[in-house]
């Protein structure tokens, strides 16, 4: 089983949608979480750190589940510009290992 | 923010040749740096974790005679392709995690195209 798995979408909605992406983690003892974005043939950037009490961020709203071992990604109001993969990232409890999500592709259309 | 750089940002080289690409964080002391490559349309594979003063940890199935790792400084990791085949084009990605937190700063990634 990967470490970290999310569904590779693509997801294609219209601008104004609301769109949610998922991605679950395999070792329960994780501690950190992330979202990053990666646009094409470019590096990826954090977009968000995931917290056990959920936080937002204008549009981007990001949640834990413990319970069931994933966390999740909700974007209001999409954007054109929102386009782009969004990886999900995981850190086990170790300072220096961080697992990646393969990338959930979203398309934001006019 | 953290910034990481990555250079060169392109490269194309024969078969055979040898390529190197530098990854600086300019205005953090980075103890640790991470190399991956990712393939099209595929997510970022860890190949090495690159440690300051130390050798670097390769994952499984990275050939680290290969991919040759040096982080000579606490400024600048480098990744060396050794006799690079087409096979080996693919796009490399450099982190840094900055001082004391979480967040991993990605260098811009090279592209390496192996003719």
């Known amino acids: 089983r990967k470490e970290v798995e999310q569904d590779p979408g693509p997801f294609n909605v219209p601008e104004g949608a609301t769109v949610a992406f998922n991605c679950t983690y395999s070792?329960?003892?994780?501690?950190?979480f992330f979202w990053y974005r990666q646009d094409c043939r470019k590096e990826p950037k954090l977009l968000m750190s995931v917290y056990s009490s959920g936080n937002e961020d204008g549009r981007f709203t990001a949640q834990l589940n413990r319970a069931s071992q994933y966390i999740s990604l909700l974007i209001r109001d999409s954007k054109l510009s929102d386009s782009a993969t969004y990886l999900c990232?995981?850190?086990?409890?170790?300072?220096?290992?961080?697992?990646f999500g393969s990338g959930t592709k979203l398309n934001v259309k006019p | 923010g953290a910034v990481v750089s990555q250079h060169p940002s392109r490269v194309i080289c024969k078969s055979g040749t040898s390529v190197k690409i530098e990854c600086r964080s300019l205005d953090f002391q980075a103890t640790t740096m991470f190399w991956y490559r990712q393939f099209p349309k595929q997510s970022l594979m860890l190949m090495a974790t690159s440690n300051e003063g130390s050798k670097a940890t390769y994952e499984q199935g990275v050939e680290k005679d290969k991919f040759l790792i040096n982080h000579a400084s606490l400024t600048l990791s480098t990744l060396t392709v050794t006799s690079a085949h087409p096979e080996d084009s693919s796009f490399y990605i450099c982190?840094?995690?900055?001082?004391?937190?979480?967040?991993?700063?990605f260098g811009e990634g090279s592209r390496l195209t192996v003719l």
């Open positions: 070792n329960s003892a994780s501690q950190s």
């Open positions: 982190s840094a995690r900055g001082e004391g937190g979480w967040e991993l700063f």
């Open positions: 990232v995981v850190n086990p409890n170790n300072f220096n290992k961080f697992y």
